[in-house]
């Protein structure tokens, strides 16, 4: 959804009624003699000359009638004139909301191409405004308070970071909206979340990781987008629904390696699956209080369960061999039978050891897929090492 570009509106504009006089010396005629012709009378043929009165469909036909200037030329004029008297009021009201919109960090926006660039303040307010899809601060307090109050659960005092965030999730939600999606079947959803935990194990490619995961899930009424990440947003994925019948997850590439992908994509699946409707999912960084809730920790487990059992992963790791300092001592070849037993991406296996502090984070990154986004689009950075057989 992009706002086309408003077209020209003069700062000081003429009212209809300018041109009917014009016409009216131009042939030589009294107001008086129009409104005997029109059958109007005189007052009200004064009150539109001096733009006191509007020119109704109704008038312009009657003026085109007696003057033989069509009726559209007159709905024009007037139709003209009353979009620059809203116009000019709104301006004057866009000017004192310069203030709030310093908040919002409109200069990434104009960067990313997310907004068209202004540099009159009113305009960029306005710019911002229609982004949002509000019509001022005060709706947007109505719309995104709701939104980030439900998600950080905590009270409405609004910082840079909070504008960012809130930016950043209403250009997924534009993205998604122009997904076009099957309605949601949550039985359908589930049996393809199945299929896109095999894509884990596949060759790494911007097609798989965009286009094949993305038609998985707008076949089940789940629109899948990527989003790149604007300064002060500290988000790895966000969840929500835009209808009764339609899902949207939003992914970031943090950290930009596809085991925290997969992980991000089954959390946020897990709040489509598992909870409300009503509610916005943000997958913050650094906000622990947040990430305890019972609904993070639900998530959680959704994601580690589904592409590691819980199990599973205690054997592996309990039948590993020791090192010196009585730790398991993972082997290249360890690792890649196990994900291969399981039907997944080595890297997925790393990043889950990596996680449960049993591996350090610095040992057998080679395993990752180094992703990136350009252009709104995935692109393979590096390509993790190969197992082979």
Not at 74 to 80: F, P
Not at 293 to 306: G, K, P, V, Y
Not at 359 to 368: A, C, D, G
């Amino acid at each position: 959804m992009n706002t086309q570009e408003r077209h020209y509106v003069p700062d000081l504009p003429t009212h209809p009624g300018v041109s009917l006089l014009e016409t009216l010396e131009n042939l030589q005629m009294s107001q008086a003699e129009l409104a005997d012709r029109m059958g109007r009378p005189r007052k009200t043929i004064n009150e539109i000359i001096r733009g006191k009165t509007a020119i109704t469909p109704e008038t312009a036909l009657q003026l085109e009638m007696v003057l033989g200037i069509s009726a559209s030329f007159w709905n024009k004029r007037e139709s003209d004139y009353q979009e620059a008297l809203a116009w000019m009021q709104q301006k004057t009201q866009l000017a004192q909301w310069v203030d709030w919109v310093n908040q919002i960090p409109y200069k990434d926006l104009m960067k990313c191409g997310w907004i068209q660039n202004q540099t009159n303040p009113s305009e960029i307010v306005q710019a911002v405004l229609s982004f949002f899809g509000v019509v001022s601060p005060e709706q947007w307090n109505v719309i995104w308070g709701n939104k980030l109050n439900i998600a950080f659960r905590r009270s409405i005092s609004y910082s840079i970071d909070d504008f960012a965030v809130a930016a950043w999730i209403r250009k997924a939600e534009i993205m998604a909206q122009e997904i076009v999606c099957e309605e949601y079947d949550e039985g359908k959803f589930r049996k393809a979340l199945d299929e896109i935990r095999l894509l884990t194990s596949e060759q790494p490619s911007a097609e798989l990781y965009q286009e094949r995961l993305g038609n998985l899930c707008r076949e089940c009424g789940v629109a899948v987008v990527i989003v790149p990440r604007i300064n002060k947003v500290s988000v790895f994925g966000v969840s929500q629904w835009l209808s009764p019948r339609k899902a949207m997850i939003a992914l970031s590439l943090y950290f930009k390696t596809d085991d925290i992908f997969w992980y991000t994509f089954f959390h946020e699946a897990a709040h489509i699956l598992l909870h409300s409707k009503k509610d916005v999912y943000i997958d913050l960084k650094d906000n622990d209080e947040y990430a305890s809730s019972m609904l993070e920790m639900q998530a959680n487990e959704f994601a580690r369960d589904i592409l590691i059992p819980q199990d599973l992963l205690q054997h592996f790791i309990r039948t590993r061999n020791l090192t010196s300092q009585g730790e398991p001592f993972f082997d290249e070849k360890d690792i890649c039978r196990f994900a291969r037993q399981l039907g997944i991406a080595p890297s997925v296996v790393v990043g889950r050891l990596q996680y449960d502090q049993v591996l350090q984070p610095r040992y057998k990154n080679e395993f990752k897929t180094m992703l990136d986004i350009e252009d709104e689009k995935i692109v393979i950075k590096r390509k993790p090492i190969n197992c082979g057989e």
